[in-house]
């Protein structure tokens, strides 16, 4: 845990900046709120064994997603925290495109943490530059790519079937 300490609080302070902008869209139900609750509630200093959670804001062009159309470009942009002690916590940023060796000179961040190796691997560490992305999504929304969608949610792992918490 030392190499994260210095993080914790930016990270913490990010998190929770973030699951209250993402309560404020409409795209957001019910148990979706109820689950950034329950995310607040975990701490990152004692990570939790046992428990995944994730929030993601994602952008979509369901055709090009899917091939139906000719159209190339970014199919995808996403926005995710997520949370799971085996694997570490992971914060970021990025674009998907069709064809995949299409450049995208979207805005992009990377940052893992294993709390079982105690590294860091991260093409980026300023997450408030990366809160502020996400609060500007709409930058992104284009004709085609406008799909938005939130997923926030909490799983009990452990369990052959993953027991949603949340």
């Not at 893992?112 to 560490?125: H, K, L, P, Q, V």
Request: net charge negative.
């Amino acid at each position: 845990m030392k190499k994260i300490k210095k993080y914790l609080p930016d990270i913490q302070t990010v998190l929770n900046q973030y699951l209250d902008f993402l309560t404020q869209l409409p795209y957001i139900t019910t148990q979706e709120k109820n689950a950034t609750e329950l995310i607040k509630e975990l701490s990152l200093i004692n990570p939790t064994e046992g428990i995944f959670w994730e929030a993601s804001l994602d952008i979509s062009d369901i055709e090009i997603q899917c091939k139906e159309t000719s159209r190339t470009g970014v199919y995808w942009r996403t926005w995710t925290i997520n949370y799971e002690k085996s694997e570490g916590l992971a914060i970021e940023a990025k674009s998907e495109t069709e064809p995949e060796e299409m450049e995208s000179d979207d805005y992009s961040f990377y940052f893992r943490y294993s709390y079982d190796a105690d590294e860091i691997y991260a093409t980026n560490e300023n997450f408030f530059e990366w809160l502020e992305d996400v609060k500007n999504f709409k930058k992104y929304i284009t004709e085609h790519l406008n799909e938005v969608v939130i997923d926030i949610s909490v799983f009990e792992t452990g369990h052959p079937q993953n027991k949603q918490l949340a």
